[in-house]
């Protein structure tokens, strides 16, 4: 990595919980293509004046995490066709101080369904409401998936989102399970997009669906990147289901947020060391 100088592009992200994934895949591939540039984490404490540093200091590349998806959008400029189908924000690239919000969480779950070949008939019970959720509601619609229930405690927010695709909300797990046939799986695919099973959380060692619901899947898929082994994908991977992680999410839209950022594609290869380098931490 570069020294230190007035040249140099800084990229950062916000988060409440944040991690070294992206700064550690960002920086390798920095250092990898021979680019004075630098990526930071921060754990902002107003969103507000946050953006308005990436601004104001001219930083190139802003990523957003959870939970400022959604409260972001009314702190930038334009919102880029990826953010505005869903309302919600993942990635700002400022341009001599216009921000335009860009969605690669989307594109990230859209590659990882098709990748792992889920049908489009399953079942699936989405746990979550938030910005992500929206990203992942989407995705699973476009691709065909309609016997989806959203699992939101918010009651406002989760009938909202299940309104939007045109999928059914359940206010809990239990509850979902009740309404499922007798001996027959609660959904074929289980998605967690909350905080459940994130590092560092009030929930890090929980699971996101009962033990029996793991079991009677056919497929076990967790967003939460950190660690990169949760609770869910540990329980998924011992009951021999296909298992996405929120690491493989995490590597795809980070390269697609490179790419905004910079305008280079990296190789296949390069790709695979950054994502090599990001897990070995």
Not at 219 to 235: I, K, N
Request: hydrophobic content about 45%; glycine content about 8%.
């Amino acid at each position: 990595m570069p020294i230190l100088n007035k040249d140099m592009t800084l990229c950062i992200s916000l988060s409440a919980r944040p991690s070294n994934n992206g700064t550690r895949f960002h920086n390798y591939l920095y250092e990898a293509l021979g680019l004075n540039w630098i990526y930071k984490a921060f754990a902002p404490t107003d969103l507000t004046q946050a953006i308005a540093g990436v601004r104001g200091l001219g930083i190139r590349g802003c990523a957003v995490s959870m939970p400022y998806k959604e409260d972001v959008i009314a702190l930038v400029d334009r919102m880029d066709a990826s953010a505005a189908a869903i309302d919600s924000v993942n990635t700002v690239v400022n341009d001599s101080g216009v921000l335009t919000a860009y969605n690669t969480d989307y594109t990230a779950i859209a590659q990882l369904i098709e990748r792992n070949a889920l049908v489009p008939e399953w079942s699936v019970m989405l746990r979550g409401s938030g910005g992500m959720a929206k990203a992942t509601a989407a995705a699973f619609r476009d691709a065909g998936f309609r016997n989806v229930t959203v699992v939101a405690r918010n009651e406002e927010a989760g009938r909202a989102l299940a309104d939007l695709y045109g999928f059914g909300w359940k206010p809990s797990v239990e509850a979902a399970l009740q309404d499922a046939a007798p001996g027959a799986a609660a959904a074929d695919v289980l998605v967690n997009v909350t905080p459940i099973g994130m590092a560092g959380g009030p929930d890090a060692d929980s699971l996101a669906f009962p033990q029996d619901a793991v079991e009677a899947a056919r497929v076990v898929f967790d967003v939460v990147a950190l660690p990169p082994e949760t609770p869910l994908t540990r329980a998924g991977r011992a009951a021999g289901k296909t298992v996405i992680s929120g690491a493989e999410v995490m590597t795809i839209q980070a390269l697609e947020q490179f790419v905004l950022y910079t305008g280079i594609t990296p190789t296949p290869e390069q790709v695979a060391a950054a994502e090599e380098f990001m897990r070995a931490q």
